[in-house]
């Protein structure tokens, strides 16, 4: 079974409106990690947003808040007052338990953001 | 910002050659990673390194690979004879601290290693 799913090859927003990028995780472990990375065509791996198993609100890192909802396994990634710049890869990952170093990344969402 | 530099940007290389992809971590990190993400697939993790050795290291983190930090400074993945599956983007990756499920990562730009 996969252990992060992004169901969304591709997402097309207008700038300025909200986008919602999905994500899906499995584990058994009680303490994880969620993340979010963007990768704009330039390829670089830009660290946008985290959320622990533990937390019990809901992240935000200014235009991007992580809408996590636990018994459902989703970590989805919303996108507000979308810029063209927001035109990336978006990679969701997993760090899994205590006693790891890695992320496992799910396969990605190309966001494109039109005028 | 401070920032992981990963040089070269592109290396091309022959099958069967020995590679050394170069990385330089953020200065006051402590935990150093590879990552790979071959054409139009997930980001795939190879091995972390902490106090001068590895930590953990993947299935793909065969005998052809090791890692090593030389100087204090650089941190660098060697591919012993390299593979046409080998070809793909290597991004290093750097964190003050590791283990817990909080740190961020933060990556380099990306060496993209072509082998022909």
Same mark, same amino acid.
């Given at each position: 079974?996969?252990?992060?799913?992004?169901?969304?090859?591709?997402?097309? &927003? /207008?700038?300025?409106?909200? &986008?919602?990028?999905?994500?899906?995780?499995?584990?058994?472990?009680?303490?994880?990690?969620?993340?979010?990375?963007?990768?704009?065509?330039?390829?670089?791996?830009? *660290?946008?947003?985290?959320?622990g198993s533990?937390?019990? /609100? #809901?992240?935000?890192?200014?235009?991007?808040?992580? #809408? *996590?909802?636990?018994?459902?396994?989703?970590?989805?990634? &919303?996108i507000s007052a979308s810029q063209l710049g927001d035109s990336a890869m978006y990679f969701c990952a997993m760090r899994e338990g205590r006693g790891t170093d890695k992320l496992i990344f799910g396969t990605g969402t190309r966001l494109q953001v039109f005028p | 910002e401070p920032e992981v530099t990963q040089t070269p940007s592109h290396? %091309?290389?022959?099958?069967?050659?020995? %590679?050394?992809?170069?990385?330089?971590?953020?200065?006051?990190?402590?935990?150093?990673?590879?990552?790979?993400?071959?054409?139009?697939?997930?980001?795939?993790?190879?091995?972390?390194?902490?106090?001068?050795?590895?930590?953990e290291k993947s299935e793909i983190f065969d005998d052809q690979f090791s890692v090593e930090r030389p100087d204090g400074s650089n941190f660098t993945l060697k591919i012993r004879s390299t593979k046409l599956e080998d070809s793909a983007m290597y991004f290093c990756a750097s964190t003050p601290w590791g283990e817990g499920a909080n740190e961020k990562l933060f990556f380099g730009s990306g060496t993209q290693l072509s082998v022909l």
């Open positions: 079974a996969q252990k992060i799913t992004q169901t969304q090859p591709g997402m097309f &927003v /207008q700038e300025k409106e909200a &986008v919602t990028l999905d994500c899906t995780y499995d584990t058994s472990d009680p303490s994880y990690g969620l993340f979010w990375y963007k990768q704009p065509s330039s390829g670089e791996m830009i *660290f946008l947003i985290y959320q533990y937390d019990q /609100q #809901n992240a935000t890192e200014g235009r991007y808040s992580l #809408n *996590f909802q636990k018994a459902r396994k989703s970590a989805n990634l &919303v | 290396q %091309v290389t022959q099958m069967g050659q020995e %590679v050394i992809l170069r990385c330089v971590p953020i200065s006051n990190h402590l935990y150093f990673y590879w990552y790979r993400q071959i054409l139009g697939q997930k980001v795939e993790f190879l091995v972390s390194f902490y106090n001068n050795e590895i930590s």
